[in-house]
């Protein structure tokens, strides 16, 4: 069964926004027409409080994604322990349709950096992504996607292309795929390779989801800042993945200099109808 069949029930294939905590009060008032919400994992461990009955109001209405930031899957660190079982128990009081973490470490010796950080390209680094992978979906008893994060240097001893790595990851782990289409984009400009022969080489039946973000330039890099609109060619690019691919879940990410509600939901609503046009085309 594909990815795509898999989560059908759950998760639409319809476009979704990130809740974070400015949209709270005004979401659950409002209730705004939008098919799906992510959070993130981290800022819902809590299993009493306010934290939690806003997780408990918002479930009611709409379908929830969980997505991590801090379980530092790529580090060479043992696997947190405390964190996968804050992590499972947050999945099996919210029954998320998703549960997404990113191909990348953020801590190493216990000290963790506020990044996501990449890693080198190696057959090393495949076999131990792969094997921690296997490690997280055992613990917490399902099939996680894993997310392709954005750069801004390149390993001199990295001899895998990352679209080759990625989709090896998902062969060799059983787990998902969750396609930053920004981070293809802004990754393609910094190191100069082709975002479509990129998206190209991904496997469709491991695609489970799509992000969509904006970035901002500082003296020609392209930083995925996750603080503005997205972007044409990221529109563009989005856009040939639907036509290679057919409709997944697709998020728009708004992290920082967070817009207000309407406008987060206005770029979604750009998603939603490049959606809708593409099932209309592959009729």
């Not at 939690?52 to 580090?75: F, K, W």
């Not at 770029?267 to 593409?278: F, G, P, Q, T, V």
Request: glycine fraction near 8%; include cysteine.
């Amino acid at each position: 069964m594909t990815i795509a069949a898999t989560i059908e029930g759950a998760i639409p294939a319809q476009a979704g926004i990130g809740l974070r905590t400015p949209h709270y009060h005004e979401l659950l008032n409002t209730q705004p027409e939008v098919a799906w919400l992510e959070v993130h994992s981290e800022n819902f461990f809590a299993s009493g409080g306010a934290i939690a009955q806003t997780m408990d109001q918002v479930r009611q209405d709409y379908p929830i994604s969980l997505h991590g930031v801090g379980l530092s899957i790529g580090s060479t660190d043992a696997l947190n322990c405390d964190h996968l079982s804050k992590l499972k128990d947050l999945i099996d009081r919210c029954d998320p349709g998703l549960v997404s973490e990113h191909l990348c470490w953020c801590s190493v010796g216990g000290r963790y950096a506020n990044d996501l950080l990449p890693l080198p390209y190696t057959e090393e680094a495949l076999q131990h992504m792969s094997a921690r992978i296997r490690q997280v979906q055992d613990f917490i008893g399902r099939q996680i996607l894993i997310e392709n994060v954005s750069s801004y240097l390149q390993f001199t001893h990295s001899v895998i292309p990352e679209w080759e790595f990625i989709s090896t990851v998902a062969e060799r782990s059983g787990c998902g795929l969750l396609v930053d289409i920004n981070n293809i984009y802004v990754n393609s400009v910094n190191h100069g390779f082709d975002a479509y022969r990129y998206l190209d080489a991904l496997p469709s039946s491991a695609i489970g989801e799509f992000h969509l973000a904006g970035f901002a330039i500082d003296n020609g890099c392209l930083i995925d800042t996750h603080g503005g609109p997205v972007s044409d060619p990221v529109w563009e690019l989005y856009s040939h993945a639907l036509r290679r691919f057919g409709n997944r879940p697709t998020l728009i990410e708004w992290d920082t200099d967070i817009p207000s509600l309407d406008t987060l939901l206005r770029e979604a609503d750009k998603a939603e109808r490049m959606l809708e046009r593409n099932v209309y085309d592959a009729a």
